[in-house]
């Protein structure tokens, strides 16, 4: 790269903010020049973690980006609040990589593709599960035909819940008082499973089929005494060829990146030529096909620069203008949210509907 690339990071309502910042930090043509959020305590573990001085943590968004002129902001905002963010932070006309989900609704996100329009900035929707190395494998694999057109993807993926970890998945005690808190369990700030984890799996799910969307979708999510959110729900999306299933799961029995649960976490998909089983944080994938029917698994590669993390993806898409592609994109990203409103409609009305938007 030839530039050395000012980041700050704005909001830190989702503790992603921790992992993104790291990897600024890591990064040996990029630099933190700020960091912003109303609450100073949440601040406090990244400022130490690196190396920031007092000049560089604010609690006023405005000021950070005039005093540091970043050239790329991080923002981590509750689900709720992706659109009113955005907008803000569009104001200074600068690239914007946001932390998953997109939005809390398709409307929302369409906001957020104008204003960011009108700004003639760049904005990308990081997705995690996107630099898992068995998925990037499964989608190089699918993209290569090896199990024909992909007809289903099947998803089931989440975790113990979202107060078990932070940043850098240091293991947190999920006390009723920290949970009566949260955005993660407050239904007007975008919390539950399903608005948590569903996108990832029709964002993804999109990515694996070639940008296709369903038809239909048909949502049914748990109710559990004490909670205004669902911890999980099931959607079925019904495609001209056939059907798909997307699991979210709060309370699986491990986390997947250290022990997987039953189910496992990840993706199983179904093509015209095959099967392809892709799962969480493992390090390969696994093929049936007519002629090795009892199935093998496949190493997947590790990720080459510049695709191994949401950063130095991102940065690069800057420096050399190129177009964001797949789950960051607001084009897959926006199917999937299309599917995640659907989900949403139906839970809430017991019928199957037809795709929003």
């Known amino acids: 790269m030839s530039k050395r690339w000012k980041i700050a990071g704005i909001n830190f309502d989702h503790f992603h903010m921790g992992d993104l910042l790291r990897m600024v930090h890591e990064h040996p043509d990029a630099e933190i020049v700020g960091i912003s959020d109303l609450q100073p305590e949440r601040m406090a573990r990244a400022q130490q973690n690196f ?46 990589l946001l932390e998953k989900p997109f939005a809390a609704s398709l409307a929302e996100a369409d906001r957020m593709i104008s204003c960011m329009q009108r700004a003639g900035q760049s904005l990308a929707i990081n997705w995690p599960l996107r630099w898992y190395v068995s998925h990037a494998m499964a989608h190089q694999l699918v993209r290569e035909g090896v199990i024909g057109e992909v007809t289903e993807v099947h998803f089931h993926d989440g975790n113990r819940g ?35 984890y569903l996108g990832y799996g029709t964002t993804l799910g999109t990515w694996f089929m070639d940008g296709r969307k369903p038809l239909t979708v048909t949502c049914v999510v748990d109710q559990t005494n004490g909670l205004e959110v669902d911890e999980h729900s099931i959607t079925i999306a019904r495609y001209a060829a056939g059907l798909s299933k997307f699991e979210t799961r709060w309370g699986t029995f491990t986390d997947p990146w250290t022990h997987q649960p039953q189910p496992k ?20 994938v696994r093929i049936q096909k007519a002629e090795c029917p009892e199935g093998r698994d496949v190493a997947a590669l590790p990720l080459v620069s510049p695709e191994r993390n949401p950063i130095e993806y991102f940065l690069h898409c800057l420096e050399t203008g190129t177009p964001v592609t797949g789950p960051l994109s607001v084009e897959i990203s ?23 938007g």
């Open 51 to 96: 190396g920031l001085s007092e000049a560089q943590v604010f609690t006023d968004y405005r000021q950070c980006l005039e005093q540091t002129m970043p050239d790329v902001v991080i923002l981590c905002p509750a689900a709720a609040r992706h659109a009113e963010w955005t907008e803000m932070v569009a104001e200074y006309r600068v690239p914007i």
């Open 162 to 196: 979202p107060l078990w970890h932070g940043a850098d998945k240091i293991e947190l005690e999920p006390t009723p008082a920290r949970k009566a808190e949260s955005w993660f369990y407050k239904e007007a700030e975008g919390g539950g499973s399903l608005q948590d």
């Open 265 to 284: 976490c990840g993706f199983v998909l179904r093509g015209t030529k095959g099967t392809l089983s892709s799962y969480d944080a493992e390090g390969s």
């Open 334 to 356: 926006r199917i999937g949210q299309q599917i995640v409103d659907s989900a949403v409609m139906s839970a809430r009305e017991g019928r199957t509907v037809s795709l929003l």
